[in-house]
């Protein structure tokens, strides 16, 4: 399986579990992605040594996928998945698709994905309620309510509050979109390319995303975390549900995939739309241990529906199970239910630090996969090597937990902090 992601971590594991070898290539090719020797390798496959099966590259850039020595390693892969960043760059794939079947959108497909006002515009043609999104401001716009967004962007980059002297202009790497109130939650469709069947797409999952949260370190629209899977309120399931089914319809969506909404209530409005693996889907990973879910990781439950091989009727019995067995409370909590939390910490300060062999032992020593986590721990996931320069604006590493939705923020933030003055106390002895 070749995997492409700005950070690939996660889905090598996902696709590990699912009985796939690896080659793998992001930005950072950190610690707890990279081979290690069997000594390490045992506490991930319980015994089976894949460190020989697992080969990862790290990119200054996507366009060095096309180098000729990363090229012959990906012809000698049998399929290709990616996640963050690559849906940005349609060329890359098709070039990639010419040496590797790709399990997911095509090159032209994700053409099309990338112009969210022409897919929102469609969602309202249709009756669903969304935020008012255009190619351009005109003088009767007030600025100050609306977003400028990159039509090339993913994890929230490229988004900007809209000033006056975006009034008038357009561009072909911008849209605007007027600015919603809410909280960020995410979806998780999961969409068979057997088409033999009515209703192929399945909303198996809703997590609660974490978003300019300064307690990550991150700015103001970057997204820096997710909680779940939590529970979706009957009043905007059937919304939800139909509007995937839209989109999967209209635009011949395969595999897992994602919608971000932005939710106040009663009301839910679509604002972002992710044609491939989304971070969020790590969460389900973590629930797979304790679960009857007719797959063994969310790169299987993939790789299977866009091979239109998907049981999808024992695909929506597994999640109207899971329905049935949650009392919903309130906002997604549950009574003695136990979720899982991701948080990404970003580094603040004002010129790179770098990692120590002390620090980054101290982050090793906390390593944990998500999948092995006991209820009310945490653990360190994303870890850089010793002797790398973190730059401000750079992840530091992924925090992983496990415990009640009313706790798990607790945790998460507290781990946060503890890594992030460590970080701070680094950069002031260099």
């Known amino acids: 399986m070749l995997i492409v992601a700005a950070s690939a971590r996660p889905w090598i594991r996902s696709a590990e579990i699912a009985g796939f070898d690896v080659t793998a290539f992001d930005f950072f090719s950190d610690w707890d992605s990279v081979p290690r020797g069997p000594e390490r390798v045992r506490s991930i496959r319980g015994g089976a040594d894949v460190a020989n099966r697992r080969t990862v590259g790290r990119l200054k850039r996507f366009e060095d996928l096309l180098l000729k020595s990363n090229l012959d390693l990906i012809s000698s892969c049998d399929y290709a998945i990616f996640a963050g960043g690559l849906e940005n760059h349609p060329s890359i794939i098709a070039e990639l698709a010419s040496r590797v079947p790709i399990l997911g959108p095509n090159a032209s497909q994700h053409a099309r994905f990338g112009d969210t006002v022409e897919i929102l515009a469609s969602l309202k043609q249709m009756g669903y309620q969304v935020p008012v999104t255009s190619y351009q401001l005109s003088v009767a716009d007030n600025p100050s309510a609306w977003l400028k967004k990159s039509f090339r962007s993913s994890s929230g980059l490229g988004i900007v509050r809209a000033t006056a002297a975006d009034v008038g202009s357009a561009s072909s790497r911008h849209y605007y979109q007027s600015e919603v109130a809410g909280e960020s939650f995410s979806a998780v469709f999961i969409s068979s390319a057997d088409n033999a069947e009515s209703g192929q797409t399945v909303l198996v999952g809703w997590t609660r995303q974490l978003v300019n949260k300064s307690w990550c370190g991150a700015g103001e629209f970057r997204y820096c975390g997710s909680i779940g899977l939590l529970p979706i309120p ?13 989109i999967s319809d209209q635009y011949g969506v395969v595999g897992a995939w994602g919608i971000d909404f932005l939710v106040d209530g009663t009301n839910v409005f679509p604002v972002d739309f992710n044609m491939r693996l989304t971070a969020s889907m790590e969460i389900f990973d973590g629930m797979q241990k304790d679960s009857n879910a007719p797959y063994r990781s969310i790169v299987e439950l993939h790789v299977h529906a866009c091979l239109g091989e998907l049981d999808m009727l024992r ?50 020593s906390q ?53 992030r003055r460590a970080v701070s106390r680094l950069a002031a002895a260099q």
């Open 315 to 364: 695909l929506r019995q597994s999640v109207g199970q899971r329905i049935v067995n949650q009392r919903l409370v309130d906002w997604g909590v549950t009574k003695k239910q136990i979720c899982f939390g991701k948080s990404i910490v970003f580094y603040d300060g004002t010129s790179a630090v770098r990692v120590t062999d002390e620090f980054h032992q101290n982050l090793v």
């Open 234 to 246: 009957e009043v905007l399931r059937a919304n939800i549900e139909s509007m995937g089914q839209a």
């Open 367 to 419: 390593w944990c996969l998500i999948g092995e986590l006991n209820t009310g721990q945490t653990g360190l996931a994303d870890i850089p090597r010793e002797g790398e320069w973190i730059e401000p604006g750079q992840p530091i590493c992924t925090i992983l937990a496990k415990e009640s939705p009313q706790q798990i923020w607790g945790m998460l933030k507290t781990s946060s902090d503890k890594i």
